[in-house]
């Protein structure tokens, strides 16, 4: 009788011969005999597989989405459903821990409830290039919370758009990404809120800085008119969103024959060391005088430049070396003048203050802000149109508004009756190269291009 050791040895052995045999005689594989990996197949189920899971878990899981479109949080949490302990203790953490104290149009909430409870907050900046997040324990407090930041891929993106009424409208119908939320349409209030951030984005970058210099867009648009972009995307894989970056080269094509044409070229200005992006007209000329306008994107002015003001908080007059310009608490400051940041803290009566130094002499100072601009520091160079802070009524204020003032060669100036000295063009050498460059993206620009000529008749007819 055999041993149980002795059986296994013998039913091991028999087996690996039979694999073996297998093995030999078996024909090999032909590897061109099937079709390919085809990975965008294998996406859409999964994305199937995906929204079926979700519809199983829609009895149990509710995401319900708010925006704020004044900058209220307390009223976004509301909307969402976040009341109570949970909405106290929303706040708290959103503003002292997590810092996020200055909202914008365009940010949104999503509060996640399982079975009525909370289980999750997310606090989506309109910048999109990451997100707060609060966690909850079920039927407790908040767990824990944290910022996200989502890779980004970089792209660029042919368009072009005919005008029926207005740029923006053009925009908003023929400049949206097809990829710009997860499912291609526009079905919720947040991807409302990114739809008009993306084109409320674009149109600024259009007109008020790479053509405004050029073109009157209250008086000059007409119906007809054609405007072709190169953008400059941002595509985040987590959330399967696309965002607005910036234009890279643009034309404007009056439908009376006349176009704006404006390129990119990268150098490095004379005051930094880092290469920076700066557009230019065919001939090398700048598109920019030295300084914007205003700090303020249609800021109201509440008081103007004066050698004798009677101080609103003080009671007495003295001089008001600058013009106050009144917005929203919150509204973006931008720096009307490529320069390095000179000051960055509170001063008294100015509260939260920016000072910039120009060249050629000239100094800006933007006062009482809100809160300062992430990212920069005391040193940092910034360019023109660049957000240095946000709208407050910090220091001696009445409301919310930015004191803006100018220097040049240290002594006060009247902002708006300045002479704004133009950028100079681009000349030898750089002007060679950026011709160059011209050439070389007019014919990738045309490649990209999805407006492509209606092919030719065929001869004879019907």
Not at 330 to 351: F, K, L
């Given at each position: 009788?055999?041993?149980?050791?002795?059986?296994?040895?013998?039913?091991?052995?028999?087996?690996?011969?039979?694999?073996?045999?297998?093995?030999?005689?078996?024909?090999?594989?032909?590897?061109?005999?099937?079709?390919?990996?085809?990975?965008?197949?294998?996406?859409?189920?999964?994305?199937?597989?995906?929204?079926?899971?979700?519809?199983?878990?829609?009895?149990?899981?509710?995401?319900?989405?708010?925006?704020?479109?004044?900058?209220?949080?307390?009223?976004?949490?509301?909307?969402?459903?976040?009341?109570?302990?949970?909405?106290?203790?929303?706040?708290?953490?959103?503003?002292?821990?997590?810092?996020?104290?200055?909202?914008?149009?365009?940010?949104?909430l999503a509060a996640?409830?399982?079975?009525?409870?909370?289980?999750?907050?997310?606090?989506?900046?309109?910048?999109?290039?990451?997100?707060?997040?609060?966690?909850?324990?079920?039927?407790?407090?908040?767990?824990?919370?944290?910022?996200?930041?989502?890779?980004?891929?970089?792209?660029?993106?042919?368009?072009?758009?005919?005008?029926?009424?207005?740029?923006?409208?053009?925009?908003?119908?023929?400049?949206?990404?097809?990829?710009?939320?997860?499912?291609?349409?526009?079905l919720t209030h947040?991807?409302?809120?990114?739809?008009?951030?993306?084109?409320?984005?674009?149109?600024?970058?259009?007109?008020?800085?790479?053509?405004?210099?050029?073109?009157?867009?209250?008086?000059?648009?007409?119906?007809?008119?054609?405007v072709h972009l190169?953008?400059?995307?941002?595509?985040?894989?987590?959330?399967?969103?696309?965002?607005?970056?910036?234009?890279?080269?643009?034309?404007?094509?009056?439908?009376?024959?006349?176009?704006?044409?404006?390129?990119?070229?990268?150098?490095?200005?004379?005051?930094?060391?880092?290469?920076?992006?700066?557009?230019?007209?065919?001939?090398?000329?700048?598109?920019?005088?030295?300084?914007?306008?205003?700090?303020?994107?249609?800021?109201?002015?509440?008081?103007?430049?004066?050698?004798?003001?009677?101080?609103?908080?003080?009671?007495?007059?003295?001089?008001?070396?600058?013009?106050?310009?009144?917005?929203?608490?919150?509204?973006?400051?931008?720096?009307?003048?490529?320069?390095?940041?000179?000051?960055?803290?509170?001063?008294?009566?100015?509260?939260?203050?920016?000072?910039?130094?120009?060249?050629?002499?000239?100094?800006?100072?933007?006062?009482?802000?809100?809160?300062?601009?992430?990212?920069?520091?005391?040193?940092?160079?910034?360019?023109?149109?660049?957000?240095?802070?946000?709208?407050?009524?910090?220091?001696?204020?009445?409301?919310?508004?930015?004191?803006?003032?100018?220097?040049?060669?240290?002594?006060?100036?009247?902002?708006?009756?300045?002479?704004?000295?133009?950028?100079?063009?681009?000349?030898?050498?750089?002007?060679?190269?950026?011709?160059?460059?011209?050439?070389?993206?007019?014919?990738?620009?045309?490649?990209?291009?999805?407006?492509?000529?209606?092919?030719?008749?065929?001869?004879?007819?019907?």
């Open positions: 009788m055999h041993s149980p050791a002795r059986i296994r040895k013998r039913v091991l052995l028999a087996i690996s011969a039979g694999i073996a045999a297998t093995l030999f005689f078996m024909k090999p594989p032909s590897w061109s005999s099937g079709s390919c990996w085809s990975l965008d197949s294998d996406i859409t189920r999964l994305h199937r597989s995906i929204d079926s899971l979700g519809a199983i878990l829609a009895d149990t899981l509710q995401v319900r989405t708010s925006l704020i479109g004044d900058g209220f949080l307390g009223g976004a949490l509301w909307d969402a459903g976040v009341v109570g302990n949970d909405y106290v203790n929303t706040c708290a953490i959103l503003r002292d821990s997590l810092l996020w104290r200055v909202q914008h149009p365009g940010d949104t996640s409830f399982t079975h009525g409870e909370l289980v999750e907050i997310r606090a989506i900046p309109r910048g999109g290039r990451g997100f707060y997040y609060i966690s909850f324990e079920p039927g407790g407090g908040p767990l824990s919370w944290g910022y996200v930041r989502q890779d980004e891929w970089t792209r660029i993106r042919a368009v072009t758009c005919t005008v029926t009424s207005t740029v923006w409208e053009s925009l908003s119908e023929g400049g949206l990404p097809r990829d710009l939320t997860p499912t291609g349409s526009i947040r991807d409302s809120a990114r739809a008009i951030a993306y084109v409320t984005e674009l149109q600024h970058e259009l007109t008020d800085r790479l053509l405004a210099f050029d073109i009157d867009f209250y008086y000059d648009v007409q119906t007809g008119d054609r190169l953008i400059e995307e941002v595509r985040y894989p987590e959330s399967s969103e696309s965002g607005f970056r910036r234009i890279l080269a643009a034309k404007y094509e009056f439908a009376a024959g006349r176009i704006v044409e404006v390129f990119p070229f990268y150098h490095t200005p004379d005051s930094s060391d880092d290469l920076v992006l700066d557009h230019y007209h065919r001939d090398g000329a700048s598109i920019r005088t030295m300084f914007l306008k205003m700090p303020v994107p249609f800021g109201r002015i509440s008081s103007p430049f004066s050698g004798s003001r009677l101080h609103p908080v003080l009671g007495y007059s003295r001089a008001h070396n600058g013009i106050d310009y009144a917005a929203p608490t919150g509204t973006e400051i931008y720096a009307v003048g490529d320069g390095v940041i000179m000051m960055r803290q509170s001063s008294g009566g100015y509260g939260n203050i920016v000072r910039i130094r120009h060249g050629n002499g000239y100094e800006t100072g933007y006062g009482h802000m809100s809160s300062f601009a992430a990212g920069q520091a005391v040193g940092t160079y910034v360019r023109q149109g660049e957000i240095i802070g946000y709208v407050g009524s910090t220091g001696l204020s009445t409301g919310p508004h930015v004191h803006f003032e100018m220097k040049r060669n240290g002594q006060y100036v009247n902002p708006a009756e300045e002479i704004l000295p133009p950028v100079d063009p681009l000349e030898g050498e750089e002007l060679v190269e950026f011709q160059a460059g011209v050439r070389a993206l007019e014919g990738y620009w045309a490649r990209m291009s999805e407006d492509l000529p209606d092919p030719p008749e065929e001869a004879g007819g019907a």
